[in-house]
């Protein structure tokens, strides 16, 4: 895996009052062992649906298991859902949300469908939500919507929300969005982030003759206990 790398890129997002948002995002990665290297599970808090765990190491991503013996595999959050419609779609459609949550920026927004799922039930759109919405509890709405082909709706519904393609819980993902309680703490993360895709890109490249030339040579000899 000599020359291995990794282009990250980060934008900070503020949601509102104890809502400091950073969007990590793999723009491009080589070897592509390394192009979702970030862990997601689910969370337990009522506002968040899900939880940054973790860059993952060399080691999780060649076995494809955490450290609990849980498989991880992608799962782009990629799929919209209604709890009341089944939502059939065809290529090109529009699916248009209204009234977003602060963490898709608000407002009315529009995504490019790319087909249903395999059940026939939900939408996949072409890219990706940043931010997953929480299936509602009745009474309570979800997200507001329409399917539109060309100009015409032809589904709509008031109970949408978001899931990963495959199933929510743990996973790979090539992006995702952290939610903190304060600025300070969010610029942390951001430097911490970077630090691990660091690390993980140069153990990565390391190949059999680079890791026996690393520094400070071969062989390493120690006197030990040191006197520092």
Not at 146 to 170: H, I, M, Y
């Amino acid at each position: 895996m000599a020359g291995a790398s990794i282009q990250l890129r980060q934008t900070k997002v503020y949601v509102g009052p104890v809502r400091f948002g950073v969007q990590h995002e793999i723009v491009s990665a080589s070897p592509a062992l390394l192009a979702s290297p970030f862990i997601i599970d689910a969370s337990a808090s009522p506002r968040d649906k899900e939880r940054f765990v973790a860059v993952a190491s060399l080691d999780a991503l060649v076995r494809g298991t955490y450290t609990d013996g849980r498989a991880l595999g992608r799962k782009a959050l990629n799929t919209f859902a209604d709890r009341s419609v089944s939502i059939t779609a065809r290529p090109s459609d529009t699916l248009v949300v209204f009234d977003c949550p602060p963490e898709w920026s608000g407002g009315t927004q529009t995504f490019t469908v790319r087909g249903s799922d395999a059940g026939g039930v939900a939408l996949i759109i072409t890219d990706a939500f940043w931010w997953s919405s929480t299936e509602p509890e009745p009474p309570d709405n979800g997200l507001r919507w329409e399917l539109r082909r060309a100009a015409t709706v032809v589904s709509s519904g008031n109970q949408g929300f978001t899931r990963r393609e495959g199933g929510d819980g743990l996973c790979l993902s090539d992006q995702f969005m952290v939610i903190l309680s304060d600025g300070e703490t969010a610029l942390s993360h951001m430097v911490s982030v970077a630090t691990y895709l660091d690390s993980l890109a140069k153990s990565a490249g390391l190949d059999g003759a680079s890791f026996e030339a690393f520094p400070p040579g071969n062989p390493v000899d120690y006197l030990l206990p040191s006197s520092t």
